[in-house]
């Protein structure tokens, strides 16, 4: 599944895989700036890490659920990560500094989101990426989880050659 490339997540590799996350987002966004590219892969790089989780697979979803464009709504989902701020706005307000849509749109306030998010949504589903892919969603989804998926293997590809 998502976990037969550890090596990667060690401190060891972090400028590697910063590399591979701003070469995959350029390549599948490049109108996106060079700057922002590398302020989202440290921000998903970051908070995988506080939060326990593979970058890569958080990349995976921000590809799949905005293609790396921060100012992305779609059906009450806002951002990078495509929060839905109406079912998820009470509980934003009391464990974030985040009081409005707006402040959800700041890419570093909603990889934040997004990624608390998906690692509860994981450990809700006792540690099943595909289930916590599901609940991510909203519901299960196969096509949206093999999207997921094919992004992570193609930036874990990246990695491989760097």
Known sequence: EYRA????????????????????????????????????????????????????????VMMKESTVKE?????GNYGLMQINWNANRPWIVKTFPIKTKKQLMVPE?????????????????????????????????ASYRNSVHAHYLAIARIFKKL
């Open 71 to 75: 100012n992305a709504v779609s059906k």
């Open 109 to 141: 306030n909603n990889i934040r989101v997004g990624v608390h998010i998906l690692a509860a949504n994981i450990k809700k589903s006792k540690g099943s990426v595909d289930k916590g892919l599901d609940r991510y969603r909203g519901r299960s989804l």
């Open 5 to 60: 490339m550890q090596r990667h997540l060690t401190k060891k590799y972090q400028a590697k895989r910063l590399k591979a996350l701003e070469i995959y987002f350029t390549r599948k966004n490049p109108k996106v700036s060079q700057k922002k590219i590398s302020r989202y892969a440290n921000l998903i790089d970051q908070y995988s890490s506080q939060y326990g989780l593979d970058p890569f697979l958080v990349a995976g």
